[in-house]
């Protein structure tokens, strides 16, 4: 992390209440510098190489409290799992059926598209949304096997 990603990171645990902490440093890195939504045990692997001594157990209290203070998104996949992404501009999630993987789809919805979530909501206050878009990445495109 650079030293402005650093200071906005600690000062939104602050902001919620949560102390920074080396754990939830190493498992935020992780997260941001992929753009591979990886799932917790992933992510575990790759922190007990940086720390050790850190447990599946806690990789995954760290990611309630990233999700908690919005500083990372949990992304429900098509085959049960939850993977992670750290990354703060708005987009939506494309899970491929194929292989699996997650990528990210820059953008947000039309004004237009949106009033009407809105008001299909009716007294449901809406902060936030996002499109789960499933499909077949380049790779596993099936029009691509002919
Ligand atoms: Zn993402
Ligand atoms: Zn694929």
Do not use: W
Request: proline share 4%; with cysteine.
């Amino acid at each position: 992390m650079d030293s402005s990603t650093k200071n906005n990171f600690r000062r939104v645990l602050a902001k919620h209440g949560q102390r920074y902490t080396r754990q939830r440093d190493v498992v935020f890195s992780i997260v941001s510098k992929t753009a591979a939504h990886p799932t917790a045990e992933k992510i575990y692997l790759e922190a007990r190489s940086l720390l050790p001594s850190i447990s599946l157990a806690t990789v995954y209290k760290n990611l309630d409290t990233l999700v908690s203070c919005g500083l990372a998104k949990r992304v429900s996949h098509v085959d049960g799992s939850s993977r992670y992404c750290c990354r703060s501009d708005p987009h939506h999630h494309a899970t491929c059926l194929g292989c699996g993987s997650v990528s990210d789809i820059p953008g947000t919805l039309g004004a237009e598209e949106l009033s009407k979530v809105h008001t299909q909501a009716r007294d449901f206050t809406i902060t936030g949304y996002e499109l789960e878009l499933n499909g077949y990445c380049p790779k596993c495109n099936p029009s691509s096997f002919s």
